[in-house]
């Protein structure tokens, strides 16, 4: 406020121009102009996709242990996946709940073998492998998930009162993928002063190739890109 600079919330852009002057269309038609643009829209939750999961997040379907483990307590839970994430959530609600059932699609866990071992020692958590949620019910909640067993073909419905989705994070860098260059994961490549393969467009924080995605690690990327953004509007005039 104090730099007259002002705050658009509620709106998404779909797409941006380059050129000498940046242009960013958003959703409801409108286009922003300048002479600089800086990309830091993050990742979000990789979701499954099935039935039922739209319907039900924040009903009983969650992607964040840390956040909301403590509400099902006493509760038979689901942990889908088999990475670090996966198995740290399923740690953490076996404190808490019930039983919990990590479903893994592969025929092994992948995550790193200190959590297996911390894992192996509840007694309340039992793994399928190769095994893969085809679709979520409830009404007004979750009530039961059904797997499909892929090595024998076959689809169960398991009861449960939660669904933790744990299978990764998915870059918000569609809209410009053809417009600055994307590693294999869909991250903005950036060199070390935030700058991407095209002048004038920087980018920083989870959405880009710099690792270890920390809020502290986002929070410095920001301010290099900001004065790496104003270095370029001075020289460019």
Same mark, same amino acid.
């Given at each position: 406020?104090?730099?007259?600079?002002?705050?658009?919330?509620?709106?998404?852009?779909?797409?941006?121009?380059?050129?000498?002057?940046?242009?960013? *269309?958003? *959703?409801?038609?409108?286009?922003?102009?300048?002479?600089?643009?800086?990309?830091?829209?993050g990742k979000r939750w990789r979701?499954?996709?099935?039935?039922?999961?739209?319907?039900?997040?924040?009903?009983?379907?969650?992607?964040?242990?840390?956040?909301?483990?403590?509400?099902?307590?006493?509760?038979?839970?689901?942990?889908?996946?088999?990475?670090?994430? $996966?198995?740290? $959530?399923?740690?953490?609600?076996?404190?808490l709940a019930t039983s919990v059932?990590?479903?893994?699609?592969?025929?092994?866990?992948?995550?790193?073998?200190?959590?297996?071992? *911390?894992?192996?020692?509840? !007694?309340?958590?039992?793994?399928?492998?190769?095994?893969?949620?085809?679709?979520?019910?409830?009404?007004? $909640?979750?009530? %039961?998930? !059904?797997?499909?067993?892929?090595?024998?073909?076959?689809?169960?419905?398991?009861?449960?009162?939660?669904?933790?989705?744990?299978?990764?994070?998915?870059?918000?860098?569609?809209?410009?993928?053809?417009?600055?260059?994307?590693?294999?994961?869909?991250?903005?490549?950036?060199?070390?002063?935030?700058?991407?393969?095209?002048?004038?467009?920087?980018? %920083?924080?989870?959405?880009?190739?710099?690792?270890?995605?920390?809020?502290?690690? %986002?929070?410095? *990327?920001? $301010?290099?890109? %900001?004065?790496?953004?104003?270095?370029?509007?001075? !020289?460019?005039?």
């Amino acid at each position: 406020e104090q730099f007259e600079i002002g705050f658009l919330q509620g709106y998404k852009a779909t797409k941006v121009i380059d050129g000498n002057i940046k242009k960013v *269309e958003c *959703e409801d038609g409108n286009v922003y102009q300048a002479k600089s643009l800086i990309i830091t829209t993050g990742k979000r939750w990789r979701r499954l996709n099935v039935p039922g999961e739209a319907e039900l997040t924040g009903k009983g379907v969650a992607y964040c242990a840390i956040c909301d483990a403590p509400l099902f307590k006493d509760k038979d839970v689901i942990v889908v996946g088999g990475g670090n994430s $996966a198995i740290e $959530a399923a740690i953490d609600l076996a404190k808490l709940a019930t039983s919990v059932t990590v479903i893994q699609l592969l025929p092994s866990l992948t995550a790193d073998k200190v959590l297996i071992d *911390e894992l192996s020692q509840f !007694t309340n958590v039992s793994i399928l492998y190769e095994h893969e949620i085809k679709a979520i019910h409830g009404t007004g $909640a979750v009530e %039961a998930v !059904t797997v499909h067993d892929i090595k024998n073909k076959k689809e169960n419905r398991l009861s449960v009162q939660g669904i933790f989705i744990e299978i990764g994070l998915v870059p918000n860098s569609d809209f410009v993928k053809n417009v600055v260059s994307l590693n294999e994961y869909g991250e903005i490549i950036i060199d070390c002063n935030c700058r991407t393969s095209r002048p004038g467009i920087f980018a %920083a924080g989870d959405v880009t190739s710099v690792p270890y995605k920390q809020i502290i690690i %986002a929070a410095g *990327e920001g $301010a290099k890109a %900001a004065l790496s953004a104003c270095d370029y509007v001075l !020289t460019n005039k």
